[in-house]
């Protein structure tokens, strides 16, 4: 991915790395995890903190506390009863990662944020490891 791509992909990364930890076994029908906020909210700030290390040189990701939050999220989801498979099945369906890119590309947007201007990725991270958010904290200076 090249910073002169028109919106790259938000997710690619992250999911491949979601589909190497989630292990394939049984699905069982359910509701989407995209309704589980625990499961939802977490997952958005893994893949804006990677699209933010990914367009601002002066910052970077916090690659092992990201890891560490995609295998929480793993735990917290088949504690509630979802399998492996519905996990991966989730993470890796085109429709999600359409809805997904939308919704940041939306935050993006409403931030300020372009992918012309570099920097306005940085401003946005920086403000973001500022407010200690949920993006802030797997962010860190290079």
């Known amino acids: 991915m ?10 690619a990364p992250l999911f491949f790395a979601a589909a190497v930890l989630f292990p394939m076994t049984t699905a069982a ?5 995209r309704e589980i906020p625990e499961i939802e909210d977490p997952l958005f700030a893994v893949a804006m903190a990677k699209e933010v290390a990914d367009h601002c040189d002066s910052l970077g990701a916090r690659l092992f506390k990201g890891i560490g939050e995609l295998r929480r999220l793993r735990s917290h989801a088949n504690s509630l009863g979802y399998a492996d498979s519905e996990i991966r099945a989730y993470i890796e369906s085109d429709a999600e990662k359409a809805r997904m890119r939308a919704k940041g590309e939306q935050l993006l947007s409403k931030s300020g944020v372009s992918y012309e201007d ?7 991270g920086r403000a973001e490891i500022q407010k200690n958010s949920a993006i802030g904290a797997l962010l860190r200076a290079k």
Request: with cysteine; net charge positive.
């Open 29 to 33: 029908a359910k509701p989407s995890l």
């Open 118 to 124: 570099p920097e306005t990725f940085c401003a946005f």
């Open 2 to 11: 090249t910073r002169g791509q028109d919106k790259p992909a938000l997710l």
